[in-house]
């Protein structure tokens, strides 16, 4: 990668080619000083731009430009890239100026009529949007990848959402040795918290006085990559830990020398890789159903509603966007509890 830190300035630079416009050789320069990552990146995407006139840049030529702006793992890069190689032969090689609403929908239908999943058909839109996204930021080129919409799921993809009972999850975490992750385990399920706003809280992030935690930022699949926001505004929050879980993370943070370490892994996050093969080697041990680590947060939400917790307030606390977020995902318990509660009624009325 073209982007290097400078560690003993900590600062970043860039290295790069141009061609000299007499004697048509490229050199190559240095750029130094970036107090960022992504000021560098940023810069170096706009040298790659400004070298190439924007009626002929091609869509494989703009996409390999977006990913190395946009992510420094090597493999994140070629597994894009082979992508649009093997799903977007159509026009990857033709300049994006000529490319058109039509030709983009033409090529929607065709992906939709290819034997892949709907992941692997979404990622690929998402490839096209984020490209267009980039090209109408530097480029100025317009972003017509709107036309081009999501696919739904099909009905054989649809996954049963998996749940644990807490004499599931006591079973589970019963086989959990190092305390690590049994504490971050234990705060996944009894929070509904996502994977990455847990492993990104610090020692900072907690109050004791309140017994509450600020959840603000989440960490990035691989944690070299730092923090990334939230989903959305909502995300950013305050809960409160109930007692047993609240002492749990209190004891936790009062062994953190430093502010700013991290509650789940002190000077850096734990590894997501690592999570999750932990998870399944205790699921293995404790003989309990095979769930993901975010079925942890179904988990939770399936605990508070059948205890009655209301809608509202479940929403707030698990950050969604909205509450129509909130009862569209978890309907089939709303419609369980509304069951429920038109027994209790029948019955009231039955004794008036």
């Excluded at 705060?187 to 603000?216: M, N, S």
């Excluded at 089939?332 to 509890?337: F, G, I």
Aim: aromatic letters at 10%.
């Amino acid at each position: 990668m073209p982007v290097y830190k400078d560690t003993a300035r900590n600062t970043w630079f860039v290295r790069f080619r141009v061609k000299d416009p007499v004697t048509g050789k490229r050199q190559e320069k240095t750029k130094r000083g970036f107090q960022t990552q992504k000021e560098a990146k940023l810069f170096l995407a706009q040298q790659q731009i400004d070298a190439v006139p924007t009626t002929s840049v091609t869509f494989a030529a703009m996409n390999e430009m977006y990913v190395r702006y946009k992510n420094p793992r090597q493999a994140t890069q070629d597994q894009e890239m082979m992508r649009v190689q093997k799903y977007m032969q159509a026009f990857k090689d033709r300049p994006m100026s000529k490319i058109t609403k039509a030709d983009l929908m033409e090529w929607r239908s065709w992906l939709d009529a290819q034997p892949i999943s709907t992941a692997t058909k979404n990622y690929c839109v998402s490839v096209v949007a984020g490209t267009y996204r980039f090209g109408n930021a530097f480029y100025e080129i317009p972003n017509i990848s709107m036309v081009v919409k999501r696919f739904k799921k099909r009905q054989d993809e649809i996954r049963e959402m998996q749940t644990w009972t807490v004499d599931e999850f006591n079973q589970f975490i019963a086989c959990v040795d190092e305390e690590a992750y049994k504490l971050l385990y234990t705060f996944l399920y009894w929070t509904g918290c996502r994977r990455g706003e847990a492993l990104a809280l610090r020692k900072k992030d907690y109050d004791p006085q309140t017994g509450t935690v600020y959840i603000h930022h989440g960490v990035c699949k691989y944690n070299q990559e730092g923090f990334k926001p939230l989903k959305n505004n909502s995300s950013v929050r305050r809960i409160k830990l109930d007692t047993v879980l609240n002492k749990m993370v209190g004891e936790a943070c009062r062994s953190l020398s430093d502010e700013d370490y991290f509650i789940f892994g002190i000077i850096e996050p734990l590894g997501i890789k690592a999570v999750e093969i932990h998870m399944k080697q205790a699921i293995k041990k404790a003989g309990v159903k095979q769930i993901r680590l975010h079925d942890m947060r179904h988990s939770f939400a399936t605990n508070a509603i059948n205890h009655g917790v209301n809608v509202v307030a479940l929403s707030k606390y698990m950050g969604h966007a909205t509450i129509e977020q909130t009862l569209a995902t978890y309907s089939h318990l709303l419609e369980k509890t509304a069951d429920e509660m038109n027994v209790i009624m029948s019955n009231m009325h039955a004794e008036s």
